[in-house]
T-cell receptor, first 113, second 115 residues
Framework: AQSVTQPDIHITVSEGASLELRCNYSYGATPYLFWYVQSPGQGLQLLLKYFSGDTLVQGIKGFEAEFKRSQSSFNLRKPSVHWSDAAEYFCAVGSRGYQKVTFGIGTKLQVIP | DADVTQTPRNRITKTGKRIMLECSQTKGHDRMYWYRQDPGLGLRLIYYSFDVKDINKGEISDGYSVSRQAQAKFSLSLESAIPNQTALYFC??????????????FGPGTRLTVL
């Protein structure tokens, strides 16, 4: 069965600092990987996705993520965090053709001045 | 206009009441999902539907039922609400024919409180 681990439940960073949110997955084959963001009171919005090809994926809002098969990881990064990035971030893994997606428990990001 | 809409956005009800949450989409997607979100537990799949005649239980379907009235509509019912069903509920859609395998598009959520 596929699974996702987000080891950091809550992260606090200063505005302008770099950010890395960790995600590890478990899946037997090559996974489909996603990062979603949920702003307060909002639904989930897709930040970026990986299916195949280049392991460094660019997303919206200046985010990127790197797929590392050897580490079963798909960490999300941003070089300089803005106050508007404060939100909850979910990593997810999907299986080819089956359309079911398993979400991690989320990492809540707090941005301080 | 939003592609995936949910009604109501907020609902407070009492234990034992029957509740229906509705989801409508204009994306033309065949596949629809219901999730609940609880703090510290992330999103958990309740039910999913791959087309109007195909409905499947997710990981936490007990206490819930669904109805797929049309391609665009997928309703979630709580036959007899209980307090531990207090949560944020999300509807989502997806369509592999768009070339975005498994990407799901979410509605804004329904916050349900059961007293």
């Amino acid at each position: 069965a596929q699974s996702v681990t987000q080891p950091d439940i809550h992260i606090t960073v200063s505005e302008g600092a770099s950010l890395e949110l960790r995600c590890n997955y478990s899946y037997g084959a090559t996974p489909y990987l996603f990062w979603y963001v949920q702003s307060p009171g909002q639904g989930l919005q897709l930040l970026l996705k990986y299916f195949s090809g280049d392991t460094l994926v660019q997303g919206i809002k200046g985010f990127e993520a790197e797929f590392k098969r050897s580490q079963s990881s798909f960490n999300l990064r941003k070089p300089s965090v803005h106050w508007s990035d404060a939100a909850e971030y979910f990593c997810a893994v999907g299986s080819r053709g089956y359309q079911k997606v398993t979400f991690g428990i989320g990492t809540k990001l707090q941005v301080i001045p | 206009d939003a592609d995936v809409t949910q009604t109501p956005r907020n609902r407070i009800t009492k234990t034992g009441k029957r509740i229906m949450l509705e989801c409508s989409q204009t994306k033309g997607h065949d596949r629809m999902y219901w999730y609940r979100q609880d703090p510290g537990l992330g999103l958990r799949l309740i039910y999913y539907s791959f087309d109007v005649k195909d409905i499947n239980k997710g990981e936490i379907s007990d206490g819930y039922s669904v109805s797929r009235q049309a391609q665009a509509k997928f309703s979630l019912s709580l036959e007899s609400a209980i307090p531990n069903q207090t949560a944020l509920y999300f509807c989502a859609t997806s369509d592999p024919r768009q070339g975005a395998y498994n990407e799901q598009f979410f509605g804004p959520g329904t916050r349900l409180t059961v007293l």
